[in-house]
């Protein structure tokens, strides 16, 4: 909220790369790391590797909610 503030926003927006990373079910990809004076483990491999992984935790799909009042809260799972 400080964000909307500062930068005089209408409203706060959503993680760009949270929706992304929901359109791909949670998968990440990382740019390969090359540096010229590391071999690479297999000769003659020319392309760049690049991993994929999991990185989800519905952290982009939470919902902020500010309560006004003291109460109880219960959580049923």
Known sequence: EARVKEFNLK??????????RNIL??????EPIICKNIPRLV???T???CIGR???GDQYRAT???????GKLKLVF
């Open 43 to 45: 000769p003659g491999w």
């Open 25 to 30: 079910n949670g998968t990440v990809f990382r």
């Open 54 to 56: 999991h990185a989800f």
């Open 11 to 20: 409203q706060m927006w959503k993680s760009p790369n949270g929706t992304i």
């Open 64 to 70: 902020d909610i500010v309560i006004q009042e003291s």
């Open 47 to 49: 392309k760049p590797i």
